[in-house]
C-alpha cells in the first residue's frame, strides 16, 4: 500500500488563511477555525498544502499499518468551502436535513459559503462527528 502523501507539516496555518483572495471565503475559514479549534480544543494545523485539521486520531489500515488523520477539517477550494466530517454522514440524517444547502461525498460536506447553512447545525454536526470518532478509535 503506498503510503499517505498527506500528512500534517509546520505549514502556517494564519498565512494559508491570509493567501485567500476571495473576503468572503477568507471570513468563512477564519470562522470555521475558530469553531472548529473549540469544539477539538485542538489549534490548526496544516496537513499537505490546502487542508487546515484539527486534532488526530490513530487508525489501522486492513494490512495493520497504523495511520494518523485530523478529527475535522476544511479546505477553501475554488467553487466551495470542503469541510471534513471524518465518519461520514449516515449516522446523522436529522442534522443534515435541518443544516441547509450544501452537498457530501463520502466524508466531505460541500457548501459555497457559511450563509448557506445554519451555523448552529454545522457545530452541532462538527462536535458529534468528533466525539463520536473519539470514541470509536479510543
Known amino acids: 500500500m503506498a503510503e499517505l502523501k498527506t500528512k500534517v507539516n509546520d505549514g502556517d496555518v494564519s498565512a494559508y488563511l491570509e493567501s485567500i483572495e476571495d473576503e468572503q471565503q477568507k471570513a468563512d475559514c477564519e470562522y470555521l477555525m475558530e469553531m472548529m479549534s473549540k469544539v477539538t480544543r485542538s489549534k490548526a494545523e496544516m496537513w499537505g498544502?490546502?487542508?487546515?485539521?484539527?486534532?488526530?486520531?490513530?487508525?489501522?489500515?486492513a494490512n495493520g499499518k497504523p495511520g494518523e488523520w485530523?478529527?475535522?477539517?476544511?479546505?477553501?477550494?475554488?467553487?466551495?468551502?470542503?469541510?471534513?466530517?471524518?465518519?461520514?454522514?449516515s449516522d446523522y440524517p436529522e442534522l443534515m436535513e435541518q443544516l441547509g444547502k450544501h452537498k457530501t461525498g463520502k466524508s466531505?460536506?460541500?457548501i459555497k459559503k457559511l450563509t448557506d447553512v445554519d451555523p448552529k447545525v454545522l457545530k452541532k454536526l462538527v462536535q458529534q462527528s468528533v466525539k463520536d470518532l473519539k470514541k470509536k478509535h479510543a
Not at 77 to 87: D, V
Request: aromatic share 24%; charged share 10%.
Open 70 to 89: 485530523f478529527l475535522t477539517g476544511f479546505s477553501p477550494r475554488k467553487n466551495n468551502l470542503s469541510i471534513y466530517i471524518m465518519p461520514g454522514f
Open 108 to 110: 466531505c460536506l460541500y
Open 49 to 61: 498544502k490546502s487542508l487546515v485539521g484539527f486534532g488526530r486520531y490513530q487508525y489501522q489500515y
